[in-house]
């Protein structure tokens, strides 16, 4: 699965939305994630790791935190 197309980034901080709201994909994602959870994404060609923090009640929108980026 992509991530990417769940993932936002403002400034230099990055946000994961499982509740992507573009016309390619109404649905969202059918898989649960929850505080803590470590992803791996792809940004600019560049993979990256981040952990997951809740930013509010729903569990459907999440800043990225410890972000690595993997060789």
């Given at each position: 699965m992509n991530l990417a197309d769940y993932i936002y980034k403002d400034?230099?901080?990055?946000?994961?939305?499982t509740e992507n709201y573009s016309e390619q994909n109404v649905l969202g994602?059918?898989?649960d994630y929850?505080?803590?959870d470590r992803?791996?994404?792809k940004w600019d060609n560049k993979r990256y790791?981040?952990?997951?923090?809740?930013?509010g009640a729903s569990n459907s929108l999440?800043?990225?935190?410890k972000i690595t980026l993997l060789e």
């Open positions: 400034g230099e901080e990055f946000f994961f939305d994602l059918s898989l929850e505080h803590g992803i791996i994404w790791s981040g952990v997951l923090r809740s930013l999440f800043q990225l935190e």
